[in-house]
């Protein structure tokens, strides 16, 4: 997998660190059904009708229990496909008022906010995900599953923050920690690679890879 192939998955469904789950203890019967009659439709993702069709269903579910979760997350890449990024925005923007302490929907919408042309919301949504990556790493240990997720993550956000300098000295350690670990995963190692001396300039030419990707 290429970087810009993970920071597609990234950009649209990397929410691991936030999880998936309701913020209710039950979810209604009818959004379940309307999100899978939805996903029925993801084979058929470049068909603009598929995918306008698949968004219809996930309104209707958003609409029947606001606080869906699964239901925002599947609706941003349908609309990353049909390019329709400030819908995407704002679907992502909800999933935050959801989850406000996830780390990756904050540098989501930072990445959104960037191909947008706003700048400055973008510096404000990355900076907020980097302070909710180091409070969580101040009390993570290395052997967690999420550990290589949020060091990677921070070093992206580093970068989008143009400090370069200290993404690279996150990387090495990261990498460097790892290399003696033998349930790293090669694909982790390459990814970490792949990101490191990359400028934030170079980071969103490969957002712009990952766009022409998703055509």
Same mark, same amino acid.
């Given at each position: 997998?290429?970087?810009?192939?993970?920071? &597609?998955?990234?950009?649209? +469904?990397?929410?691991?660190?936030?999880?998936?789950?309701?913020?209710?203890?039950?979810?209604?019967?009818?959004?379940?059904?309307?999100?899978?009659? #939805?996903?029925?439709?993801?084979?058929?993702?470049?068909?603009?009708?598929?995918?306008?069709?698949?968004?219809?269903?996930? *309104?209707?579910?958003?609409? &029947?229990?606001?606080?869906?979760?699964?239901? /925002?997350?599947?609706?941003?890449?349908? =609309?990353?496909?049909?390019? +329709?990024?400030?819908?995407? $925005?704002? #679907?992502?923007?909800?999933?935050?008022? +959801?989850?406000?302490?996830?780390?990756? $929907?904050?540098?989501?919408?930072?990445? %959104? /906010?960037?191909?947008?042309?706003?700048?400055?919301?973008?510096? #404000?949504?990355?900076?907020?995900?980097?302070?909710?990556?180091?409070?969580?790493?101040?009390?993570?240990?290395?052997?967690?599953?999420? /550990?290589? %997720?949020?060091?990677?993550?921070?070093?992206?956000?580093? &970068?989008? $923050? *143009?400090?370069?300098?200290?993404?690279?000295?996150?990387?090495?350690?990261? /990498?460097? &920690?790892?290399?003696?670990?033998?349930?790293?995963?090669?694909?982790?190692?390459?990814?970490?690679?792949?990101?490191?001396?990359?400028?934030?300039?170079?980071?969103?030419?490969?957002?712009?890879? #990952?766009?022409? =990707?998703?055509?």
């Amino acid at each position: 997998m290429t970087t810009f192939e993970r920071l &597609i998955v990234f950009l649209l +469904l990397g929410l691991s660190s936030c999880g998936q789950r309701s913020s209710d203890n039950e979810i209604h019967p009818t959004p379940v059904e309307l999100n899978e009659q #939805a996903m029925k439709l993801v084979p058929f993702i470049e068909n603009p009708d598929s995918s306008k069709k698949a968004i219809n269903l996930l *309104d209707r579910a958003t609409t &029947i229990d606001s606080t869906y979760f699964l239901g /925002y997350v599947n609706k941003l890449m349908f =609309y990353y496909q049909l390019r +329709l990024f400030d819908k995407a $925005l704002l #679907a992502n923007n909800r999933l935050i008022q +959801l989850r406000p302490f996830a780390h990756d $929907l904050y540098l989501r919408s930072g990445f %959104l /906010y960037t191909h947008l042309g706003d700048t400055s919301m973008a510096k #404000a949504y990355f900076t907020k995900g980097l302070t909710i990556c180091n409070s969580v790493l101040d009390t993570m240990t290395r052997t967690n599953r999420d /550990y290589v %997720l949020l060091m990677t993550n921070r070093a992206i956000a580093l &970068i989008m $923050l *143009d400090d370069s300098a200290k993404a690279n000295k996150n990387l090495k350690t990261l /990498y460097d &920690i790892q290399l003696g670990d033998p349930n790293f995963d090669n694909i982790d190692k390459e990814y970490i690679l792949s990101l490191m001396n990359k400028s934030r300039k170079e980071l969103i030419g490969l957002i712009s890879e #990952a766009d022409k =990707y998703s055509r």
